[in-house]
């Protein structure tokens, strides 16, 4: 990487990412200036609002972004509060502060405990494992209580915060940091995991991270969130009580998160505020207050439904979005190069073996591969080898068994029978994260790039490496791909595919398996694509086997060719050999009629 842009990405990245800092200065001295004005009343309502909403910022990240489910929040509260409360009581060392921080990891432990069902239960079933959760931590809290409140003993605010006024520029202050710390972890690695898991598991580990510490990363540092929340109110209110947390009350909570857009940090703040002020009005207007819960339950229900929330729907309002438009805008756009490329391509050029290329050790050794699925042998008795740097097409009729092989070389079907080898290393109970962090890469043949990212997050973090602005723009121009800056939601799924391939490729495997990744592109892309796929074992190093339907586009690119056919292999090897092969051509009859 040349010096002189690694310092231009510093720089510029330095200067972008001051004003969250800024934001939250001035969030601290706006804060200051309420403790000096708010009278007494609202003092103590808003740091209720600021309480929910470091509590609420926590929901964002395991149900927001990671898209769990979680319905014990105030179970995590509650474990930060009694930690603070028996901190204050056996005058631990340190201060509220010290105590507040020490409520935090204790929840964040508790919830990597409540977080291991959710490596294998969702939906429902998680619901019910955390609500039960919280009904039996309800039913011991109300048992065994807070430290101290048998006896009276209130909970020590630090001596600088000790009124209520004070008390709420210390919320503030707790607030701006939690704000600032989830906005760097949302940006960061965890944060990509957190918006992978949520879309695709199969997605994530293909792209070398571990869905079970992606998902218990969002348990731990929504419960951390949690435990302060806990912790601040037992500030709060010195005698905390059972009754401030119950299951009832973390669900309404929930619903609370989903309905503000959680993952969003002022919408979090928006969904504390709301946590308040709704049943601060009921009771002005002297409605019972239980029915707060019915109007969250029908805003709930709303967001549910409707799959916008409040929160996007404020913030597009008030920021009017345009990205949307400008990313699809590129889409179309190839680099200038393209179309020579393609025109140099076109359908009469064939790819021909590079018989040095083949002299090379092998990438991937494949022996006696077998699959069953009950009575159907979707794989048999597979072998073939594929050297280092080069191109093999994989290609048979509809069913012929071309996904399954993906599956089983990349680790998602371990019950396969036969020897696959990457490089020397042989395979045999490697998970699919492993396998893609040794270096071979996959790709979907559906849709598997998570919306939430934006193009350069997703690039990052399939990539796993240091990766400079540059690079990173470069492999997206290589494939005439949107701005890392443009969202994938606003992507279509075509393009979308296109990213994952790039991405994949900046990973720098030694194998990379691309599952039809022209499906969704129109024929000049096609042609472009081709032009791009040839170029990359010179570029990038990286071997290729590429699953393909369209034959022209094989035809260019592939030199080797494997052909399957209810799952045993026809014929493997140069391009024009197979092609000409006579079963080849049986098997393709009335499939297509490209085999001239
Ligand atoms: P291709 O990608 O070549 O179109 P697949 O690998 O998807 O073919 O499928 C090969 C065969 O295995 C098909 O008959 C398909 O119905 C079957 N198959 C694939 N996945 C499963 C599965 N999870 N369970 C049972 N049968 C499957
Ligand atoms: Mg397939």
Redesign the pocket.
């Given at each position: 990487m040349p010096h002189a842009d690694r310092t231009r990405f510093t720089e510029s990245r330095g200067y972008r990412l001051s004003w969250p800092f800024v934001v939250a200065a001035a969030a601290i001295g706006v804060g200051y200036l309420l403790s000096v004005g708010l009278n007494g009343y609202f003092v103590f309502l808003a740091i209720s609002a600021i309480i929910a909403s470091i509590a609420i910022l926590g929901l964002g990240i395991v149900t927001g972004s990671a898209g769990m489910i979680a319905l014990c929040q105030l179970t995590f509260a509650a474990i930060g509060a009694w930690i603070v409360s028996l901190l204050s009581v056996i005058h631990a060392p340190g201060g509220f502060v010290v105590w507040l921080l020490a409520g935090g990891i204790a929840a964040g432990l508790a919830g990597i405990l409540v977080g291991l069902p959710a490596l294998r239960l969702r939906g429902v079933n998680l619901a019910v494992v955390t609500l039960g959760f919280a009904a039996a931590a309800d039913v011991t809290l109300v048992q065994i209580q807070f430290p101290g409140s048998a006896d009276g003993i209130a909970v020590e605010r630090p001596e600088l915060f000790s009124n209520d006024r004070q008390f709420f520029f210390l919320a503030v202050i707790v607030l701006a940091v939690c704000a600032l710390a989830v906005f760097f972890l949302q940006r960061g690695r965890w944060g990509s995991s957190w918006k992978a898991v949520a879309f695709s598991e199969r997605g994530t580990a293909a792209s070398g991270q571990s869905v079970q510490s992606a998902k218990l990363s969002a348990f731990a540092v929504s419960a951390a969130l949690g435990g302060i929340a806990g912790g601040l109110l037992a500030g709060q209110v010195q005698l905390p009580l059972a009754a401030s947390f119950t299951p009832l009350q973390s669900l309404a909570l929930y619903v609370l998160a989903i309905m503000s857009g959680a993952h969003l940090i002022d919408m979090a703040i928006l969904g504390g505020i709301l946590w308040v002020l709704v049943p601060e009005l009921l009771k002005r207007w002297e409605v019972d207050q239980n029915w707060g819960f019915v109007v969250f339950g029908i805003l709930g229900v709303q967001a549910l439904t409707s799959g916008t929330n409040l929160g996007q729907t404020v913030r597009d309002l008030i920021w009017k979005r345009t990205d949307r438009k400008t990313a699809n805008a590129t889409l179309s756009a190839l680099p200038p190069d393209a179309g020579a490329d393609a025109a140099a391509i076109t359908t009469t050029t064939t790819a021909t073996v590079d018989e040095a290329a083949l002299d090379g050790a092998p990438v991937l050794t494949v022996e006696g591969l077998t699959v069953q699925?009950?009575a159907?042998k979707?794989?048999d008795d597979v072998s073939f080898q594929v050297p280092a740097a080069s191109i093999m097409g994989l290609i048979?009729?509809?069913?012929?068994?071309?996904?399954?092989?993906?599956?089983a070389i990349s680790g998602f079907l371990p019950k396969h029978g036969g020897r696959v080898l990457l490089g020397d290393r042989d395979l045999a109970g490697l998970s699919p994260t492993r396998r893609a962090r040794l270096g071979l890469r996959r790709t979907f043949?559906q849709d598997r790039v998570p919306p939430a990212l934006t193009v350069g997050a997703y690039v990052r973090f399939v990539a796993r490496r240091r990766l400079a602005a540059s690079d990173i723009d470069e492999v997206l121009e290589f494939f005439g791909c949107p701005p890392a800056r443009a969202r994938l939601s606003s992507v279509d799924v075509g393009t979308r595919r296109l990213v994952e391939v790039a991405a994949n490729v900046v990973s720098r495997p030694r194998l990379l398996i691309l599952?039809e990744p022209a499906a969704g592109l129109s024929h000049d892309e096609h042609l472009a694509l081709a032009a791009r796929l040839r170029e990359l074992p010179t570029r990038y190093g990286v071997a290729l086997i590429i699953?393909e339907h369209d034959l022209d586009l094989v035809r260019s690119v592939c030199p080797t060719l494997t052909v399957?056919d209810f799952?045993r292999v026809l014929a493997s090897g140069p391009q024009a050999e197979v092609l000409a092969n006579p079963d080849v051509v049986k098997a393709y009859m009335g499939e297509t009629e490209l085999l001239k």
């Open positions: 699925f009950g159907l979707a794989l048979g009729p509809n069913g012929a068994g071309k996904s399954t092989f993906v599956d043949q599952d699953i399957l799952g």
